[in-house]
């Protein structure tokens, strides 16, 4: 197995501080949102503190961790308690050296709609991002926020958190914060071709009352309250459909009517070979794809 190549402390904090001003300048967050991280051994990560804009952060501000919440570092500041989904997507996908979070209006535009990212429409995306999806809202920084993404955190590079905003990741920093910058592009694409969005899950009233009791042991006693759903609507996944292109691979493979042209050639046979009853493969997958899509 090739061996890690981790970033040293310096590159980290340094890095960390660049996305920081970045993500800042671009309006990807407000005030003191967003939080950043940077692996530099199998389970230690820095990562941004809590309380602090991200655009005007200075190294001995960063916090360096163990992926079980030890603190290292001796700096004065905690780290966010938006860490816990930090940690998570590198336990559950240990190829992952950075992670991005920040709530970019767009996407956050999408994400309070609960839509997921996810239509053909454009290369770059497609290639650097593939589809996003819009996991349900849990309330910021509680224990729900890691668990709602973890299924997705190995066959997907970003999520958006639904009525929240955005999480990326990559095998470097850099690779993550550009996801998150692509995320951000796609969402504004797939809104400027004709999903100006005109929908939102309002916050149920019992998800109101736990951002109002975070508020409160926040130290934070004026503000008002918005109305609130009776109902939440915002509790499902949204993942793109199995694709038809991914039905068509695995209806193939069940098949298995390829198997004489590639003993013969070492190559893919022509879709368009027959079998014994006279009926093309390309017949039969199309029928079994089409009769698997109707079930979907
Ligand atoms: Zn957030």
């Excluded at 990560?45 to 001796?74: N, Q």
């Excluded at 780290?79 to 940690?87: G, N």
């Excluded at 017949?283 to 109707?294: F, G, H, P, S, Y």
């Amino acid at each position: 197995m090739a061996s890690i190549h981790f970033p040293t402390d310096h590159e980290a904090k340094q890095t960390i501080l660049e996305v920081g001003r970045r993500m800042y300048t671009k309006n990807f967050v407000a005030a003191n949102d967003g939080n950043i991280s940077c692996k530099v051994d199998h389970d230690i990560i820095w990562t941004t503190p809590t309380g602090v804009s991200k655009g005007f952060m200075s190294e001995d501000m960063l916090v360096k961790m163990r992926l079980d919440g030890t603190i290292l570092s001796a700096g004065s500041l905690k780290p966010s308690s938006e860490v816990k989904m930090h940690i998570r997507v590198y336990k559950e996908n240990p190829e992952v050296m950075g992670v991005t979070h920040a709530h970019p209006p767009i996407c956050t535009s999408f994400a309070i709609a609960g839509i997921g990212l996810d239509r053909a429409i454009y290369p770059e995306a497609l290639v650097n991002l593939g589809t996003v999806p819009c996991v349900h809202y849990e309330t910021p920084g509680s224990q729900g926020i890691p668990d709602s993404i973890a299924p997705y955190c190995k066959d997907y590079n970003a999520v958006l958190l639904g009525n929240h905003g955005a999480l990326s990741w990559g095998k470097s920093l850099i690779e993550a914060f550009y996801r998150l910058e692509s995320m951000e592009h796609y969402a504004m694409v797939l809104m400027y071709t004709g999903n100006i969005i005109g929908k939102a899950n309002v916050l149920s009233c019992e998800q109101v009352q736990e951002l109002l009791d975070i508020r409160k042991s926040l130290g934070i006693h004026a503000g008002g309250v918005p109305p609130c759903a009776a109902k939440p609507t915002n509790l499902k996944d949204v993942v793109a459909p199995h694709s038809a292109i991914a039905a068509a691979a695995e209806v193939r493979k069940e098949l298995k009517t390829y198997s004489p042209g590639e003993k013969a050639c070492g190559c893919v046979a022509s879709p368009v070979s027959e079998n014994e009853n006279g009926v093309s493969d390309i017949e039969l997958i199309t029928q079994a794809v089409l009769k698997r899509l109707k079930d979907m």
